[in-house]
């Protein structure tokens, strides 16, 4: 190189040493690295966040894990096997029947929509889609009442068996509200928790006023 | 539009995400007073309709369309604007509640509970509880009132809770919107000292529906007499409140119009739950206690058409 040959350097001095990058930690997340494997990692990685947060349902304790990693894969799974069974109910031609598959859908996204405007307008602090996480999550209890509604109708439809229907849907109907209330009660203004709980407590009664008067043709 | 509510979403989550961080940080909203602007505008009245001032409701409210007072100053396409309609507490909601239940007389719901703070949330829920409580508590009278009949099969008629939203949600938000209307244009050709705000007749329509609720659970009970001493009870009791409400609004009118704006609102009242108790509830049977006739011979259907 022309320009070079101007720079006076004695002599050759010999560049040697060592070269380390400072390779810290693995991240926990490992973002970067999630294309690389296999398919069923990925998939049971989220698999198993949903069941993480069904047991979190069926044990409701004050955790954050529920709030902080939302996914809305449960609720729809929930919603749509609960539409679902709701279906094949009593349609006459004349009078009407129960609801129908899009009714039920409605019913659940809007109501928790509502719930959680509702709840973000009173001054809530929780986020739009953790709150419809958590309502959607604990339909669960709910869902599994209507599994034992048409197990308990495939053995009879008299007055015993709706009194069972009545106690299952009931005690479940508790559950839900109370899981969803003990989820959210937290993130709400101290002083309007009971205009927030309401609407939660009605919306979790549609439900089960849908349920249980379910009668099979 | 939903670009833009999702945005608003996503800045809302941004700060619900702050304040979750810091939970001890309080919002705070600071009214600005409206005490003043009221107490000057009462003092350029005649000195004799000052004794109405104290029973009547503010006035102010004239000059901001569809806002109630000067404290919803953020702008319409913010969440800020809507939160400033759901600004109440517990005790305040069901201050107001009993305050429709039981009025007092003499005093004017608006001047006494609302004082400038319509909310939204009492009107939207009560009106959602009492769609699923009349479709609820029809679905269960019928069933108690055709229970035992052979050829009854019990539906659960969900097309009727559709039927039930329209109704009770128009009939909340239309007739005080035509209320409205109609009280703005009298006040251009009259000048009266009470007027109200759109939020205001919406906030008192909504309240006032709450006297339904009750009343139609005990609708199930599947006699005449109950039910209609219901009817009238409940009409009294809420129908009072709307027209303690709204007579200081249309007395220095024409009389004529004056009687007949609140005659109508009354006899839409009316029509709401006589029209509810016709659709949703099946008539009671007669208590005739004889077997069902399994064969009908023709004498027998000219004695039962007669």
Partial sequence: FP????????????????ITVPVGSHSPDEDYSTLDEPVKDTIMRDLKAVGKKFVHVMYPRKSSALLRDWDLWGPLVLCVSLALMLQGGSADSKDDGGPQFAEV?????????????????LGGTISFFQS????????????????VCRLVLLAGAGTVSFIIRLIVVGAMFGWST???????ADSQPPNRKALVVYPIFLFYFVISWMILTFTPQ | ITCLVMYLFA??????????????????????????????????????????DELLGTDDSDKTELLAGQKKSAPFWTFEYYQTFFDVDTYQVLDRIKGSVFPVPGKNFVRLYIRSNP?????????????????????????????????????????????????????????????????????????????????????????????????????????????????????????????????????????????????????????LAVGCLAYFFDAPELDIPAPIIPAHNSTNKVVLEQ
């Fill in chain 1, 3 to 18: 320009g070079l040959a101007d720079v006076s350097i004695s002599q050759d001095i010999p560049v040697e040493g060592e």
């Fill in chain 1, 105 to 121: 859908f409605v019913i659940i996204w809007f109501g928790a929509v509502v719930i959680t405007l509702n709840s973000k307008l």
């Fill in chain 1, 132 to 147: 419809l996480c958590v309502l959607g999550y604990c339909v669960m209890p709910l869902t599994v009442a209507m599994l």
């Fill in chain 1, 178 to 184: 109370l899981a969803s209330t003990a989820f959210l």
């Fill in chain 2, 11 to 52: 800045e809302f989550d941004d700060a619900a995400n702050l304040l979750a961080a810091n939970p001890d940080a309080t919002t705070i909203s600071i009214d600005e007073p409206v005490e003043i602007p009221k107490n000057q505008h009462s003092r350029l009245q005649e000195p004799g309709r000052e004794e109405d």
């Fill in chain 2, 119 to 271: 909310d939204l949330y009492g009107p939207f829920w009560i009106c959602a509880t009492l769609v699923f409580t009349i479709a609820v508590s029809g679905n269960l009278s019928n069933f108690f009132i055709h229970l035992g009949k052979p050829t009854y099969h019990y539906v659960p008629e969900f097309r009727k809770v559709s039927i039930a939203a329209t109704t009770i949600y128009a009939y909340a938000w239309l007739v005080p919107l035509a209320l409205w209307g109609f009280l703005m244009w009298r006040n251009s050709k009259v000048m009266n000292i009470v007027s109200y705000s759109f939020l205001e007749i919406v906030c008192v329509y909504g309240y006032s529906l709450f006297i339904y609720i009750p009343t139609a659970m005990l609708w199930i009970i599947p006699q005449k007499v109950v039910r209609w001493v219901l009817v009238v009870f409940s009409l009294c009791l809420s129908g009072s409140v709307l027209v303690m409400t709204f007579w200081p609004a249309v007395r220095d009118d024409n009389r004529r119009i004056a009687v007949a704006t609140v005659a109508t609102i009354l006899l839409l009242h009316a029509l």
